[in-house]
């Protein structure tokens, strides 16, 4: 008995390890290097389907494909994350992918989830052709370079760092970019003569990374008035809420930059606070303000106010910029993805419960069904017929039991007696058949949850998807699958309660393209 036991052990642990290396599935690549990603540069790598010999898999992207990302059939992936994938405020960025591998022999499809990172990279500001500045003499001549022909493609800030070596005698660059200049006769002269170059540095922040610029000084008669610079240069602006503004303030001032006394804005509206205003130097700001969700109050669809953004010299002169913002209401997206997901969880725990159950029922079936077999095999029945009276005696009796041996006299036709075990469905009053057709209905509807559980949970894996209209309908679609029309023939037990608890483990176990968040 011990050898037989022995063997048997050894068959399960061999077929077990067999089928976990049959069992097929898409091979990453190792390490994490592949999906640590930054801006620009190109990423490749190849995905392999092992555990299962198939004539050939083809690869595709189920989910989460974005522009320029490269995926042929045979498993090979390229791509280089654009810049303006991660914005400048944040660091990092994270995009799912679902990988799916389709056998040409058969009709299995296996997927991957591979979730990248992201890396913001800072590229260098753009310094483009200045138009030229035209000076005239005994003036203090003031020429600001225009933020379009110099421009950073991260909307980073920038300042201007001039070389000293290439600049006249009293000339002066501001870091905002304004040079001021009031050149002496001799000077005037040589510019009639000959146009001047000078050469200065755009450099951004908070990267320090440089570009060098070229500026022509031309003789002519040209001034400048006073003002504040906005980037972007809008008026108006229409953002949702939890959307970021971010506006920067280059300040200028025709008698330089140490006259500039205060920046400043008003508004009337007492939910922008003052600490949105950020001052990089003395003559650059920024204006960044992100609001909530709780901004416009309901019933509102929407709440538009002005913000008088002044700047102050010392003699109390100003100059005003005012700016309209309208702010619509937006639905909050985490607390929908967050309400999405329970659904999501929830129908999948229910069919998992469901299939849980089945499950027990099916052993419960079997059970009896064997169990009505044996019994049938047990029982004999000899019928005796004595004239008006049948007289009926039990044989094949186990001797083990002779109480079970009794003698039934009645008047009249013929009377049977069970002897032996009861347990056929035949003499109890329900049919074999009926046994065998609630088995067959178990295995359909298991089958059936199963296929359409794996569906649901593999095409509604990643956010993007569950927020499509389509998902609600889907959930619908697979309750309605899970509305056994056999409940009372089955017996199934309304306050029956899983051995096990619905962990995400268990259930992924059950639907293996679950994810949990």
Known sequence: MRVKLLIINILVLFSTHSFAQDTPKIILPSGT???????????????????????KFRFSIQQGKLDGMAFDSSGKFT????????DRLDSYKFHQVIFEAKCDSTTETLSAKVEFRIQHVNRSPVVRDLKPFYVQYNTTNIYKIDRY???????DP???IPSVESLPEGLKVSSQGEISWMPSFTQYKQLKEKPLYIEF??????????TKGKLKIEATQQDLAPEIVVVPRDNVFKIKENQT??????????????DIQDFDFLTDNQQVSKKSLIKNTSNQYEFTWHPSYDFVKDPLDSVAFNIDFFVLDKTKKRDVKTIRFVV?????????DLKLYNLYRGTLQRGWELLEQMKEKETELKKSYNQAKKGKKNRSILNASLGATTSLSSVFVPKTKPDQQRLISTLGGTTVLTIGTLEATEVIGRSMKDLIDRLNYIVEKKNELQSKGDIFSRDYALKSSRRGTDFVRKVDDFMNAMSLKGLVVLDLDATWEPKN?????????????????
């Open 79 to 86: 791509w280089t994350p654009p810049f303006t994938l991660v």
């Open 245 to 258: 503004v971010n506006l920067r303030f280059y300040l200028s001032d025709p008698n330089g930059d140490d």
């Open 501 to 517: 608890k619905p962990t995400d483990a268990n259930i992924k176990k059950v639907f293996k393209d679950f994810s949990a968040e």
């Open 149 to 155: 022909f110099v421009i950073d493609e991260d909307n």
């Open 201 to 210: 540095y755009v450099e951004d922040q908070p990267n320090k990374s440089q």
């Open 328 to 336: 619509k209401n937006a639905i909050n997206e985490a607390e929908t």
């Open 158 to 160: 920038i300042v201007i």
């Open 33 to 55: 290097v592949w999906s640590q990603l930054k801006e620009g540069e190109e990423v490749d790598f190849d995905l392999n389907v092992e555990g299962k010999n198939c004539g």
